[in-house]
Every structure is written in C-alpha cells, then in structure tokens.
C-alpha cells in the first residue's frame, strides 16, 4: 500500500472520530465548548479535498472528550499507533434525555458500529485490533439500548 493511499485511511479514520466525537457531544454544544462555529467543526470532520488537512486542534479534542461518554479521537490516535486504551466505561454524566434523545443516541452509535465495521473489513478480513474495537463499538451500543430499556421502564411505571 503506498504512503498515499495510507495517509488517506488515516485522515478519513481521523475525520471519522472525530465526526462521532461532535455528534455525540451535539454540534450547537461542541461549537460553545470548544469556542469555534458550527461550521469550523463541521470542516474538521469533512471529507471534501479542500479540507482534506484540517483537523480539530487537541485543545478543542479534549474539551469535547471531557464532555462525551468516550474519547473518541483519542482511542482512534492510539489505534493507529498499536496502543490499546483502558476505558472504564463509566458514565460521567446522567442518563436525563428523553426517550427521543435515548433513540438519537442509538441512532450515532450504530451508524458508528457500521463505521467500524466498513474499515474492518475494506481489506476482505478483519485483524484482532479490528474485532476489538468492534466489539467495544457493541458494547457501547448495548449500554444505550440498556438506558434506553431502563427509561421506559421509568416512563411505563415498570
């Protein structure tokens, strides 16, 4: 594979997290965490060529990470170097959307699984690093299908 088609895997897998990592946080709260328009961060994460090299600053990352329920961006850089992360999967925040946002959330995190899945398996078979971060895009799937299954309960009085 030659350093071209490389740095454009990396770039699109980089835009990619980082496009979860908005989503996830929501774009009007990412552009007021991070101090830059809606538009600024849609760049970040787009995929046209004339904004091929940019991407979101590491000051920006953090901020957004901090306030979403996985370091996207972050897991993603240490992929790419063979370093595997420990997350706790702890919740730092309150399960307190509505069944909508319960939904919504469903909605990103399989569209990321499926993300996940489409670069697993472009080359015709998908490695272990491949399989585990697979697995761990189910596992958060199944943590918001569990909150989801929780709030109804709440809201039919189960």
Do not use: W
Request: hydrophobic share 40%.
């Amino acid at each position: 594979m030659s350093n071209v088609t490389a740095d454009g895997r990396i770039r699109s897998y980089l835009k990619k997290h980082t496009e979860a990592l908005v989503k996830e946080v929501g774009i009007e709260p990412a552009a007021e965490l991070t101090g830059r328009s809606k538009a600024t961060l849609g760049r970040y994460y787009s995929d046209d060529p004339e904004h091929a090299s940019r991407f979101m600053p590491v000051d920006a990352v953090a901020s957004l990470e901090m306030a979403s329920s996985y370091p996207h961006v972050t897991a993603a850089l240490a992929e790419l170097q063979g370093i595997q992360l420990e997350h706790s999967g702890a919740p730092r925040r309150p399960n307190t959307g509505s069944i909508n946002a319960n939904v919504i959330a469903l909605s990103q995190r399989f569209a990321i699984l499926m993300a996940e899945y489409h670069l697993s398996i472009d080359d015709g078979r998908i490695s272990v690093n491949e399989a585990r971060r697979l697995l761990k895009e189910t596992l958060e799937l199944q943590k918001v299908l569990v909150d989801m299954k929780l709030r109804l309960e709440d809201e039919a009085g189960q």
